[in-house]
C-alpha cells in the first residue's frame, strides 16, 4: 500500500451520541417520537440524506435546528481509543488522507480539542466534487491529489457508503470494525476488517 485514507464519523472520531441525540431531540421539539435505534439507522448519512430516510423531505429547518442542536452534544465527541497512536504509526510509513461527507468547518470544530487534522496532509470534504459517498470521487479526488494509483489504496470506514465508493474507485476497502457493530454486509465484500485501530498498523501490510 502507497496511501491509507480515512472516513472520519465512526471511524477517527466517536460522534454517533453527538448526532443521534441530536437528531432525536430536534424531531421532539417538531412533534415526532423517534426511537434511537431509528434515528441510528442514518448514522453516517448527509444530513439531508437522513432526514429523507426517516420520511422528512424538504426540510431544510429540521437540517438546520440538528446542525445547531450537535453544540449541545459536542463534550460526547472524542477520538476512538489508539486513534492517535495508529495514525502516529501509520504516518511513518504511508500516505494518508481524509476523506468524509462532513463540511470542513464542521470537521474543524469536531477536532478542534483533538488536532487530528495534522496527521493528514490531504483533505477531502463535502462540497468538493460534485458527488458524494458512495460515488467514488471524494476518493478519486484524493488518489489524485496523493498521486496514488487506486490499486495502492485503502480506504478505512464503518459504512455501506465507505465500502461502495472505495470499490467504486477500484481502492481496497478496510472497515473500522471498532466504530461499527454491524459485520454481515460487509463479510466476503470487505477487503479487510480491523477489530481495533492497532489492528491496521499490523494487518496493512500483508494486503
Given at each position: 500500500?502507497?496511501?491509507?485514507?480515512?472516513?472520519?464519523?465512526?471511524?477517527?472520531?466517536?460522534?454517533?451520541?453527538?448526532?443521534?441525540?441530536?437528531?432525536?431531540?430536534?424531531?421532539?421539539?417538531?412533534?415526532?417520537?423517534?426511537?434511537?435505534?431509528?434515528?441510528?439507522?442514518?448514522?453516517?448519512?448527509?444530513?439531508?440524506?437522513?432526514?429523507?430516510?426517516?420520511g422528512f423531505t424538504k426540510r431544510p429547518d429540521?437540517?438546520?435546528?440538528?446542525?445547531?442542536?450537535?453544540?449541545?452534544?459536542?463534550?460526547?465527541?472524542?477520538?476512538?481509543?489508539?486513534?492517535?497512536?495508529?495514525?502516529?504509526?501509520?504516518?511513518?510509513?504511508?500516505?494518508?488522507?481524509?476523506?468524509?461527507?462532513?463540511?470542513?468547518?464542521?470537521?474543524?470544530?469536531?477536532?478542534?480539542?483533538?488536532?487530528?487534522?495534522?496527521?493528514?496532509?490531504?483533505?477531502?470534504?463535502?462540497?468538493?466534487?460534485?458527488?458524494?459517498?458512495?460515488a467514488p470521487d471524494p476518493i478519486n479526488l484524493?488518489?489524485?491529489?496523493?498521486?496514488?494509483?487506486?490499486?495502492?489504496?485503502?480506504?478505512?470506514?464503518?459504512?455501506?457508503?465507505?465500502?461502495?465508493?472505495?470499490h467504486a474507485a477500484q481502492a481496497n476497502f478496510?472497515?473500522?470494525?471498532?466504530?461499527?457493530?454491524?459485520?454481515?454486509?460487509?463479510?466476503?465484500?470487505?477487503?479487510?476488517?480491523?477489530?481495533?485501530?492497532?489492528?491496521?498498523?499490523?494487518?496493512?501490510?500483508?494486503?
Amino acid at each position: 500500500m502507497q496511501a491509507i485514507l480515512f472516513d472520519v464519523d465512526g471511524t477517527l472520531l466517536d460522534t454517533e451520541h453527538m448526532y443521534m441525540l441530536a437528531l432525536q431531540a430536534v424531531l421532539a421539539d417538531a412533534g415526532y417520537q423517534v426511537s434511537y435505534e431509528q434515528v441510528y439507522a442514518t448514522f453516517g448519512l448527509p444530513s439531508v440524506e437522513a432526514l429523507a430516510y426517516l420520511g422528512f423531505t424538504k426540510r431544510p429547518d429540521l437540517v438546520q435546528a440538528w446542525q445547531e442542536r450537535c453544540q449541545n452534544y459536542q463534550a460526547r465527541v472524542q477520538p476512538f481509543p489508539g486513534i492517535r497512536t495508529m495514525l502516529t504509526t501509520l504516518g511513518q510509513h504511508y500516505q494518508l488522507g481524509l476523506v468524509t461527507s462532513n463540511q470542513a468547518a464542521e470537521f474543524l470544530e469536531h477536532d478542534r480539542p483533538f488536532n487530528l487534522s495534522t496527521f493528514f496532509p490531504v483533505q477531502v470534504f463535502a462540497g468538493q466534487t460534485k458527488r458524494r459517498k458512495p460515488a467514488p470521487d471524494p476518493i478519486n479526488l484524493a488518489l489524485k491529489q496523493l498521486a496514488c494509483p487506486p490499486g495502492q489504496a485503502l480506504y478505512i470506514g464503518d459504512s455501506l457508503h465507505d465500502m461502495q465508493a472505495a470499490h467504486a474507485a477500484q481502492a481496497n476497502f478496510g472497515l473500522a470494525g471498532w466504530g461499527t457493530t454491524v459485520r454481515q454486509p460487509f463479510l466476503g465484500q470487505a477487503d479487510a476488517i480491523f477489530e481495533e485501530p492497532a489492528a491496521v498498523s499490523e494487518q496493512v501490510g500483508r494486503l
